[in-house]
């Protein structure tokens, strides 16, 4: 490798373990520009564009300098950028923007920067995800409030179909899932394979979520992928699960599409007696 600002700066990175910049370096078109905004080196950053730096340069991966301070949260840097104009509309190849990189990794602050300078509320992955899909994906609740302030869709699904409240729920952040409820979200909204928001939480025992949900009512029964909650709660083998079921309203002589009744799913026998209570209560 050549003895230029980029090796000398790989070699440093390279010393120091630095395995994320190292790679960043190492990509073809990459610019010091980028390498200074990913730091957060605002300074770096300040003489490179006065230098004649091109902002709104692109590596072949489609991403930018604007792109790197959003995606590691350095405000500054971001503010600065624009000064000198930098544009928002740049997508990388799997149509990632600075506003989708910032709201991925929960930086607040940059989200409301990029939103005040024009960026798209509505900017999706090519896959559907929006910057509200992946700010619940990763359950940060005061980007969440910011997007959906400024307008974000809460039922807008990614193409397979799962919506914010369905990842929310997938990965237990029952406070997103709660803001999510009282601003509009569809409380049974399906991705494409049958599956809920409530069919996953049971699935995965997140019994603060389970609650969150409860409070709106969801569908207890069959779903149209041929099973249920109480099915799928049963077969994860989480005893509060089952009962919170239960209680809300859960019917234990559901069958599913393989004309399983719950109680066949499983062996345990703490499940098994709190299922039959239920069925002795129905049928007294």
Not at 11 to 23: D, E, K, V
Not at 137 to 157: C, E, F, M, T
């Amino acid at each position: 490798m050549k003895e230029t600002p980029l090796a000398n700066a790989a070699f440093w990175a390279a010393r120091r373990g630095n395995l994320t910049l190292l790679r960043l370096l190492l990509n073809h078109g990459t610019t010091l520009l980028m390498v200074a905004s990913y730091a957060g080196h605002i300074d770096c950053v300040k003489e490179l564009v006065l230098q004649g730096a091109d902002i709104n340069l692109q590596r072949e991966s489609g991403t930018t300098a604007l792109f790197f301070a959003a995606q590691q949260g350095h405000n500054n840097v971001v503010r600065f950028l624009f000064e000198f104009g930098a544009s928002t509309e740049f997508r990388t190849k799997d149509g990632g923007t600075a506003l989708l990189a910032a709201s991925q990794y929960g930086h607040m602050q940059v989200v409301e920067t990029l939103l005040k300078h024009g960026a798209n509320i509505h900017d999706q992955l090519y896959d559907g995800a929006t910057a509200l899909f992946l700010a619940a994906q990763g359950g940060y609740l005061d980007v969440i409030r910011l997007l959906l302030s400024s307008g974000a869709k809460v039922n807008q699904p990614r193409q397979d179909g799962t919506a914010p409240l369905w990842i929310a729920s997938q990965m237990g952040h029952s406070e997103v899932v709660r803001v999510m409820l009282l601003r509009g979200a569809e409380r049974d909204a399906a991705r494409h394979d049958g599956t809920t928001a409530l069919l996953k939480a049971a699935n995965k025992g997140y019994n603060d979520v389970i609650k969150e949900l409860l409070k709106f009512s969801p569908t207890l029964g069959i779903l149209k992928n041929g099973t249920s909650a109480l099915h799928a709660a049963v077969l994860s083998g989480n005893i509060k699960t089952v009962a919170l079921l239960l209680e809300a309203g859960a019917d234990p002589a559901l069958r599913n599409k393989a004309n399983e009744l719950p109680a066949e799913l499983t062996k345990n026998e703490h499940i098994l007696r709190l299922l039959r209570s239920k069925e002795g209560h129905r049928k007294s």
